[in-house]
């Protein structure tokens, strides 16, 4: 019997008929799912994916704004930009970086400091944006770069506006000097306002007016290719210039006022008195900026930075130092306006002082002693002894009290950020530091020393305060700012920043004519400037003791190493009759304020009154009087 199966008609159409209703049911599935991604795709999401395929093809690029110039009174260039090549890199096109930075090598010349701060960039900056590689390409590295461009992908040459100060070291401590945008600095900017910027003020006036200098970023939309590379501009929006700034400084002043002070430590301010306008701000030494601007070797910044002249302080506004006895041409106006103590009565100066009860001398700077001296004598002559009977009398905190309308102990408010505050010491500043004030400190505070520290800035600006009269102008270094496009200028408006108030205003005018005494009389301190000047001075020298002499020992100059002599100070205004500058001079361990510091201040003065650049006539030797 043949064992045939029997074909089931009836299960295999049924099974078929499951089977092509289930694979009837997933496409249907598949095809409403592809229908109704369609639906959100294009309805939905069309927006969203309308913005990406446009930034995919359309690529936005920062345009750098010109950074505003800045210039000397007379409109002499100081800072400036000029055109330079440079290679820069977009680290998001960019698949291996290391092979790309060794084949740009066999295209341009790039050195470790380059490399090192590329990679600090590299952590820094965000991938997308271009970081610089190498500035300052020269023609030849620009046209092989340009040549081989297309087998590098990522990389960019362009042409940009790099800083560039003009006059080197003059003037870099007011002027500053921008620099590459760091990680700190990163975060706290405005994104938005430094998009595809390098640079920012990083000292003096470049920070300082870092917002009116900056300018706003432009744009240009660009299409690309699928490999990033431009194809044609299309919308330009034009960045804004920064605004220019014209200084009050005289730049042949300032050149003239750096190189009399030559290769000494020190620093000198000259300023307008009826405006708070500076004239000169130096310090020395002084040191190129434009090394910084996209960033200094290492080797290069250990060596100014290790420099035993510290070229990098900023002597003019943070130097603090003991001012000596130029703290006398304020102190000797207190003597006229104090209860406690008779400025007609005359004091004996046997050459030392001691307190009541104690046997420790105070000595005189003359050894010999003045004799009987009265105000007239111990402003002219420097008579330590009169101060300090006077500081006695007065005692710190009234002195204090009448130092700081002219400015000490606190900031003067010039435009410039960072400045220091010196110090006016009191009973309560020490107290506040665990420790009680000595009558001995009272003593040697009246003769500017001790504890009691000024900047050059405010010596300078309590000196204008006298030859205005009592009026303290707010120092300025801007003049004007100057817009860019238009030319219009807006002028810095001068501001009275307070006024000594005085029992009688004839003592002011007494102290003045002590002053002019100690310029143009032979008994004078700085007669050795006086002498031969065809318009009235007046001034006061100034002799800081740098290092402690114990009792019963002396100083002797020549004896003492170089860093130990003592500080020459010399505060100064002229004509008397219509003051048209105040100058302070401080030369570190110069010896003597009379012989040191004088002879600076008086050229100055010879240039600004007497239009003299060079020339002056050469001071006679300091007489006996050589504080």
Known sequence: MLNIPIKDQFRESRVFNSRLTVIGAIVLTLILAL????????????????????????????IQPPRGLVLDRNGVVLAQNYPVYTLEIIPEQVDDMNSLLEELKQVVSLNEADLKAFRKQLRERPRFENILLRSNLTEE????????????????????????????????????????????????????????????GKLGVEISYEKTLLGQVGFEKVETNAHGRSLRILERIAPV??????????????????????????????????TGAILAFVSTPTYDPNPFVNGIDQDSYDALLNDPDKPLINRALNGQYAPGSTIKAFLGLAALEVDNFDAS??????????????????????????????LHDAVVQSCDVYFYKLAVAME????????????????????????????????????????????????????GQGSVLVTPMQLATATATLANHGVRMKPRLVRATVDARTQVASETVPETAGQILLKKKEHLDIQIRNLMDVVHTNRGTAYGI??????????????AQV?????????????????????????????????????????????????AAAPIARKIMDH???????????????????E
Not at 353 to 374: A, C, E, M, Y
């Open 35 to 62: 229908f109704l991604r369609l639906v959100y795709l294009q309805i939905f999401a069309h927006r969203h994916f309308e913005t990406l395929s446009q930034a995919n093809r359309i690529k936005p690029i920062p």
């Open 141 to 200: 590295e620009a046209a092989r770069l340009a040549v081989r461009r297309t087998y590098f992908s990522g990389v960019e040459l362009e042409a940009r506006l790099q800083r560039h100060y003009p006059l080197a070291g003059l003037g870099v401590h007011f002027l500053g000097y921008v620099g590459r945008i760091n990680e700190q600095e990163l975060e706290r900017i405005d994104k938005a306002a430094y998009r595809g910027m390098q640079h920012i």
């Open 241 to 274: 210039a920064g605004k220019n700034l014209t200084l009050s400084i005289d730049a042949k002043l300032q050149a003239l006022a750096e190189q009399t002070l030559g290769q000494r430590r020190g620093a000198v301010i000259a300023m307008e008195p009826a």
């Open 345 to 374: 009565k005359p004091v004996v100066c046997p050459g030392w002082f001691t307190l009541p009860g104690s046997s420790h001398q105070f000595r005189d700077w003359k050894k010999t002693g003045h004799g009987i001296v009265n």
């Open 396 to 447: 710190v905190d009234a002195m204090k009290k009448f130092l700081e309308p002219f400015g000490f102990g606190a900031k003067t408010g010039v435009d410039l950020l960072n400045e220091s505050e010196g110090l006016l010491p009191s009973v309560a500043w020490k107290k506040a530091r665990g420790q009680p004030w000595y009558p001995g400190e009272t003593v040697i505070t009246g003769i």
């Open 530 to 543: 006086g002498y031969n000047a065809p318009y009235k001075i007046a001034g006061k020298t100034g002799t």
């Open 547 to 595: 290092k402690g002499i114990a009792q019963g020992q002396s100083y002797s100059e020549k004896l003492t190493p170089e860093r130990f002599r003592d500080h020459a100070l010399f505060i100064s205004f002229a004509p008397v009759e219509d003051p048209k500058v105040a100058v302070a001079v401080i030369v570190e361990n110069g010896g003597h304020g009379s012989s």
């Open 608 to 626: 600004v009154i007497l239009g003299k650049t060079a020339g002056a006539a050469a001071p006679a030797p300091a007489s006996e009087n050589d």
